[in-house]
C-alpha cells in the first residue's frame, strides 16, 4: 500500500543535504531533530517560513520547476542554504517589552532560527545540512531534481492531520494556492475534488488541505523513486528501527547515542498529549499518540474527514486505520 523506497543512496553521495518535509503537523520537526542527532548533520529550520525564514521568501508553501520565472530566486535560496550564506529575516522588535539583551540579539542575529543556522554553518564537522520544513513541501521535486537533496515525505492519517491543525487553529489558505496559474496548470486539482466553501468549518478546511498538499507530494514521490515516503504512524510505531532505516537510506552514522535519544524523546514514559499552547513537543508516548485523534474528533466528523481525503486516503490507510 506504501512506497517503501528501498533504493540507497551510493557511497559518493553521503554529503548530499537533506530536506525533510510534507504537509505541516505530520512529524517532520521529530524526524529532522532525531536525524540531525547523526555525526555531521547540522539542523537548519524552516528557511522557507515566510513570516521568519530566508529574507526572499514571500509565499507560504511555494512552488517552482525547472523554467518557471521564480525559480532562479530559488535556486539561488537552495544554493545560498547548502553554501551557508543564507540570510533569515529579522524578527520584530516590539517596543519596551524587550530586554537590551533581546534587542541587541534580535540586531546582530535576526532570529533564533538564524542562530541555528549559524551554529550549524560554523561547526567544522558539519558536512551535510538537513532543512526541516513543511513549508518547502511544494519545492521538494524541485530540490531533490535540480539541487540534489536527500528528500524524506511524511505522511500523516489525515484525522491525526486534521486534530492538529484544528488544535494549533491553523487555517490552509486556498485561495493562495488557487491562484497560482503555475501551480495550478501542473498539478490541476484531483478529479471531483473541490475546495471548501468561504463558510466551510475548520474540520472540512483542514481536511482539503490535507487532499491537497499530499495529492501533489503523491505526484511527486510516483515521478521520484529516490525520494522517501514514511507514515508518521509507522514511525510512532516502532521509531528506533524505523529510524535506523532511515539513517542507513540516507547514509548516516546510527549511533548508540542515536538510539538513546530516539528511545528517551518516544518512550512509554512520556505524556501521550502535548502541553497545552506548545506547537512542538517532541518528548511524547509515540505509540499511544498515534490514535489520539479518536478522543479529540467525534464520530460524525470523522466521517466528514474520511468522504473528503478517501480517495487520496486509502492508497496509505486501510479500513482497520479509520
Known amino acids: 500500500m506504501v512506497n517503501q523506497n528501498t533504493s540507497r543512496r551510493n557511497s559518493g553521495m553521503k554529503n548530499t543535504p537533506i530536506l525533510v518535509t510534507g504537509a505541516p503537523r505530520s512529524g517532520t520537526t521529530v524526524t529532522g531533530k532525531l536525524l540531525a542527532l547523526a555525526p555531521g548533520v547540522g539542523y537548519v529550520h524552516e528557511p522557507f517560513n515566510r513570516d521568519y525564514g530566508e529574507k526572499r521568501v514571500d509565499a507560504w508553501f511555494p512552488y517552482t520547476h525547472e523554467g518557471l520565472g521564480n525559480e532562479p530566486r530559488y535556486r539561488a535560496i537552495f544554493d545560498d542554504l547548502v553554501r551557508g550564506k543564507a540570510v533569515y529575516k529579522r524578527a520584530p522588535l516590539i517596543g519596551e517589552r524587550n530586554a537590551p539583551h533581546l534587542v541587541l540579539g534580535r540586531l546582530l542575529l535576526r532570529n533564533r532560527h538564524q542562530l541555528t543556522y549559524h551554529i550549524a554553518r560554523l561547526n567544522p564537522g ?30 500523516r492519517h489525515p484525522a491525526a492531520f ?159 486505520d479509520w
Open 126 to 155: 558539519v558536512r551535510r545540512f538537513l532543512i526541516k520544513d513543511p513549508l518547502a513541501c511544494l519545492l521538494s521535486e524541485y530540490a531533490h531534481r535540480t539541487s540534489h537533496f536527500d528528500v524524506v515525505v511524511l505522511i
Open 162 to 320: 486534521v486534530a492538529s491543525m484544528t488544535r494549533m487553529n491553523w487555517v490552509f489558505n486556498f485561495d493562495d494556492h488557487l491562484s497560482n496559474e503555475a501551480l495550478c496548470r501542473n498539478h490541476p486539482l484531483p478529479p471531483g475534488f473541490t475546495p471548501p466553501a468561504s463558510d466551510a468549518g475548520p474540520f472540512e478546511i483542514a481536511a482539503s488541505a490535507w487532499y491537497f498538499l499530499n495529492a501533489i507530494l503523491t505526484c511527486f514521490l510516483d515521478r521520484n523513486d529516490k525520494m522517501i515516503v514514511l507514515r508518521h504512524e509507522d514511525l510512532s510505531v516502532d521509531p528506533e528501527a524505523r529510524m535506523s532505516d532511515l539513517y542507513d537510506r540516507l547514509g548516516l552514522s546510527f549511533s548508540e547515542r542515536c538510539r538513546r535519544k530516539i528511545i528517551q524523546t518516544t518512550g512509554g514514559d512520556n505524556p501521550i498529549a502535548p502541553q497545552e499552547g506548545r506547537i512542538h513537543d517532541l518528548t511524547r508516548n509515540s505509540r499511544a499518540n498515534i490514535k489520539r485523534w479518536k478522543d479529540i474528533l467525534s464520530k460524525d466528523d470523522i466521517r466528514c474527514i474520511r468522504a473528503i481525503t478517501e480517495p487520496l486516503a486509502c492508497r496509505y490507510y486501510s479500513d482497520i
